[in-house]
């Protein structure tokens, strides 16, 4: 079981770029969490997607979006970058409605916004 | 809305010793999850122990330990016996447990790095 992946591992962006970042679950796992961790802060999260729905949304603006694919796996969208922007991004994934399971997480992607 | 609060954003102990991270909450609910998370340089959360709110034994994974105190609304870790491995941030996080679309947002402390003296 290859677990949460996630890809780029890095990536350079100038401002007002627009990124893609990716993530593939957890084998069995059908939904999927975005958090966005700054440099020495906690996670913060972003939004969830179940059923290739946005079903959660954290407090980030409409620059930030997502999709989820049909075999689950989701993308995250960020458009006109800002240098606040910079972080490390964490995929998560989880069984819907399963409460008594945990989410497992990616090794993220580590975006830098120039 | 909840809030995660962890005070200690560096601790350091020797190898072999004990030592206590503090975590305190800040809900309304009565019925959710309490989590440690350890992230290494390797940036993967790792899930280190987890307590459900409902229950009043506090929950113990080998050397890691909790000491939930749901009245105060804490929730410390313990490690004990520590190793040179458990070097790393260690986080405190909440999900509230009424509601399936709400199951894992996650609400997260600050962090507190953990450093192992050898």
């Known amino acids: 079981d290859a677990g949460v992946t996630q890809s780029p591992t890095h990536l350079i962006k100038t401002r007002g770029q627009q990124v893609t970042l990716r993530c593939s679950p957890k084998s069995g796992h059908d939904t999927v969490s975005w958090y966005q961790q700054a440099l020495g802060q906690g996670p913060q999260f972003i939004f969830q997607?179940?059923?290739?729905?946005?079903?959660q949304r954290g407090n980030f603006p409409d620059r930030f979006s997502g999709h989820q694919f049909p075999n689950y796996s989701s993308e995250l969208n960020v458009n006109a970058l800002l240098l606040g922007d910079s972080a490390l991004y964490l995929c998560a994934s989880s069984p819907f409605g399963r409460v008594n399971t945990e989410a497992f997480f990616g090794q993220g992607t580590r975006l830098t916004v120039v | 809305a909840q809030t995660v609060t962890q005070s200690q954003p560096e601790m350091s102990v020797q190898e072999a010793e004990t030592v206590t991270l503090s975590c305190t909450y800040d809900t309304s609910e009565s019925d959710y999850y309490l989590f440690w998370y350890k992230q290494p340089p390797s940036r993967q959360m790792i899930l280190v122990i987890r307590q459900e709110a409902y229950k009043q034994q506090n929950a113990t994974e080998n050397r890691f330990s909790v000491n939930f105190q749901k009245a105060a609304k804490s929730f410390s870790l313990k490690i004990s016996d520590s190793q040179l491995g458990d070097a790393a941030m260690y986080f405190c996080?909440?999900?509230?447990?009424?509601?399936?679309?709400?199951?894992?947002?996650?609400?997260w402390g600050a962090g507190t790095k953990l450093i192992i003296k050898p």
């Open positions: 997607y179940y059923e290739e729905e946005e079903r």
């Open positions: 996080a909440y999900r509230s447990a009424g509601r399936m679309d709400s199951n894992y947002q996650l609400i």
